[in-house]
C-alpha cells in the first residue's frame, strides 16, 4: 500500500505572500542565505553558480582545487550551451496542502532530549534495545503533506517528518521515483549518539554530523510560494532553536518540467568556524514495486570508488579503494552482484555532473544532476541482495531500498569547515526518468542509454520537457547515425538498428535542439 494522491486528503489552500514573507524573514535572521526570494526561482546555473558566501574570505579563498580523476564521460568539443533553456510553460503548477495518516510506532517513552554541543544542536535519543525488548503495536497518525504538481510530476513533502521530499512520482507512467515505507518505524541505525533513524523514504537532508544526521525527524519549518501559475517554491528550514549550524532547501517546480530543482544553503551562524557534515541522501525503488530489482543499475561516471562500510569479505576493508565498476570480475554496477549490504564513494570525489540509477526490469530510474565543485560527495548504498539485512529492521513488509547520497565532503571520512556567519549554496535538479532501457549519461535536459545488443545498437533518449530536434551518432568522428526526433516525458525516443561496431570504435552521441543549440553531448571512452 503506498500513498498517492488518491490516498492523501487534500485541501486546496491560498498561502498568504505575509506567511512566506515573514517565515523567508525569519530565515535571514538565523543566518540562512535568501536566494530563493519570493519573487523569483531559484536562479539557473550561469545566473548563480553555486558558491560559498563568507563575511570574512573571499570566493577565491573559499573555493578549493578539485583534483581531475578519469572519466568515462567526457564532453566534446563543440559549442555547448553553458545552462539548460527553462523548458515551455505546459499547463500550470499545483501548490496545495493534505495531510496523510501512517502507522507509526509509538516512540516516546523511548526516548530523550538532547544536545549535540558542539553545534548546539537539539536532538531525540532513543533507547533502541528498550524499544526492541518491549514490542509494540503502531496505531495510526495523521502528517501535514504540501503537494507541488504539473501535468508530469506529482512532489509530496512532509514536513513533520524531517521537512523530507518523500515522493515524487512520474503521473503518464504511475511509476515511483523514491521507496516509501507504509509505517513509520525506528532502524537500529543512525547516528552512534542518537539510533531510532526512521527508513521513511524519499529526499532526506542530514546535518550536522553523518548517518542521516539529527533532522531526519524533526519538524521543519516551510514557506510554500506560488510565483504564478507556471511556477512554485516550497523553502524548508531547520527549526530557530539555538543551533549553530542551520538549513534551509528551496524545492521548485515548473510547468512543462519532469524534474524539479533543489537548492540548499547551509550557514554557519556562530562566532567561530565551524567543521561539520552535510548530505542528502536518496532513498530509492523505482518503478511501480517499491522494491527494486537485482537488474537495477547504478550509473557512475567515474572509474574508482571508496568503501564506507560492507558486510561483503570479498570487498576491499573501509576506506580502502577499488575500481568501478569491474572489481576482482564482479560488475558491482548491478545489484545482483552485491551479497551483504556495501555503501561506496566516489572516489577521490564526486566526478559528476550527474549520479543515476535504472532498474533495467522496471524500464525506471532517477538522477541527480549537481555541481561537483561544491557538492563534491557522491556515495551509493544497498542493504544487500544475495543475504541483505533484515527487512524487519525498519519496515513491517518485505519492501527495500538502496540510497543515492550526495554531500558537500567527498565522503564521510573527511568534513566541510564554513567560517563565521559562512553559508553555502548550490543548485541541482533531479527527476524519475522511464521507457528507455537503461542509461549512460544524463544532464538537465536528457537522459541517454547507448548499449549494443544481438539485435543491433540501440540509442534511447528520455527529455526532461518536450523537445524537438536531431539526435546523432558518431563512430571515430564519423556520422553513423541521425534522427530526427520529437520527444516528451511521456514518449521517449528508443530506436535500435541492426548495424555491427568494433569494440574500439570511439562512439559520440549529441542532441542538438531545432535552434541549432547542442544541449546534451556523450562520448564512450
Known amino acids: 500500500m503506498y500513498a498517492t494522491l488518491n490516498d492523501i486528503t487534500c485541501k486546496p489552500k491560498i498561502f498568504l505572500n505575509t506567511i512566506a514573507s515573514t517565515l523567508v524573514a525569519l530565515l535571514i535572521l538565523v543566518g540562512c542565505r535568501a536566494s530563493f526570494a519570493v519573487d523569483k526561482l531559484p536562479s539557473t546555473p550561469q545566473q548563480q553558480p553555486a558558491q560559498v558566501i563568507s563575511s570574512s574570505r573571499t570566493d577565491a579563498e573559499n573555493q578549493e582545487e578539485i583534483p581531475n580523476i578519469i572519466q568515462t564521460l567526457e564532453p566534446l568539443p563543440t559549442v555547448i550551451v553553458d545552462s539548460a533553456p527553462a523548458p515551455e510553460p505546459i499547463g500550470t503548477v499545483e501548490l496545495y496542502e493534505g495531510t496523510v495518516t501512517l502507522p507509526t510506532y509509538p516512540l516516546q517513552a523511548y526516548q530523550s532530549s538532547e544536545i549535540a554541543p558542539t553545534f548546539n ?23 501535514r503533506t504540501i503537494i507541488l504538481e504539473n501535468n508530469y510530476i506529482q512532489l509530496i513533502i512532509l514536513p513533520e517528518l524531517g521537512g523530507r521530499l518523500w515522493q515524487v512520482t512520474h503521473k503518464g507512467a504511475e511509476n515511483r521515483m523514491f521507496y516509501q515505507n507504509e509505517v513509520v518505524k525506528p532502524s537500529p541505525w543512525g547516528p552512534a549518539k542518537q539510533l531510532g533513524w526512521i527508513a521513511l ?41 539555538g543551533r549553530l549550524v542551520s538549513a534551509s532547501i528551496a524545492i521548485s517546480l515548473r510547468a512543462g518540467a519532469a524534474s524539479f530543482d533543489l537548492q540548499p544553503t547551509i550557514s554557519n551562524v556562530s562566532q567561530t568556524e565551524l567543521e561539520f557534515d552535510y548530505w542528502h541522501s536518496a532513498m530509492l525503488a523505482p518503478g511501480p514495486q517499491n522494491t527494486p530489482s537485482g537488474s537495477l543499475h547504478f550509473i557512475l561516471p567515474t572509474s574508482q570508488m571508496i568503501v564506507h562500510s560492507t558486510g561483503d569479505d570479498r570487498l576491499p576493508a573501509p576506506t580502502e579503494s577499488f575500481p568501478w565498476p569491474i572489481y576482482n570480475s564482479r560488475d558491482i554496477s548491478m545489484l545482483e552482484s552485491w551479497s551483504e549490504y556495501a555503501g561506496f564513494f566516489e572516489s577521490p570525489s564526486a566526478s559528476g555532473p550527474f549520479a543515476a540509477v535504472y532498474d533495467r526490469l522496471y524500464d525506471a530510474g532517477a538522477v541527480r544532476i549537481f555541481p561537483a565543485d561544491v557538492a563534491r560527495g557522491s556515495k ?146
Not at 544542536?121 to 497518525?141: C, G, I, M
Request: glycine share 10%; aromatic share 14%; charged share 20%.
Open 201 to 241: 523514504g524519499g529526499l532526506e537532508w542530514n546535518l550536522p554530523v553523518i548517518e542521516h544526521g539529527y533532522d531526519w525527524g524533526t519538524p521543519w519549518g516551510f514557506s510554500p510560494v506560488q510565483h504564478n501559475p507556471e511556477s512554485a517554491t516550497v523553502t524548508l528550514f531547520t527549526p530557530w532553536d
Open 380 to 525: 551509493i548504498f544497498s542493504p544487500g541482495w544475495q543475504s541483505p539485512l533484515p527487512t524487519n529492521y525498519y519496515t513491517d513488509d518485505e519492501s527495500s531500498y538502496v540510497e543515492l547520497h550526495g554531500g558537500l565532503a567527498p565522503s564521510f571520512f573527511e568534513h566541510y569547515q564554513l567560517p563565521a556567519g559562512g553559508s553555502v549554496t548550490w543548485r541541482e535538479v533531479w527527476y524519475p526518468l522511464q521507457g528507455i532501457g537503461d542509461m549512460v549519461y544524463a544532464n538537465e535536459v536528457a537522459a541517454v542509454n547507448l548499449s549494443a545488443s544481438a539485435g543491433g545498437l540501440t540509442v534511447g533518449f528520455y527529455p526532461t520537457r518536450p523537445i524537438s530536434g536531431d539526435l546523432l551518432l558518431y563512430g571515430d568522428g564519423v556520422e553513423i547515425l541521425r534522427f530526427a526526433i520529437d520527444a516528451s516525458p511521456e514518449l521517449p525516443f528508443v530506436e535500435t538498428s541492426a548495424i555491427e561496431l568494433d569494440d574500439t570504435v570511439i562512439l559520440e552521441l549529441r542532441f542538438e535542439d531545432s535552434a541549432g543549440r547542442i544541449l546534451l553531448s556523450y562520448r564512450t571512452e
Open 121 to 143: 544542536s537539539p536532538y531525540t535519543k532513543l533507547d533502541y534495545e528498550r524499544f526492541r525488548a518491549n514490542p509494540s503495536q503502531p496505531v495510526d497518525r495523521t502528517y
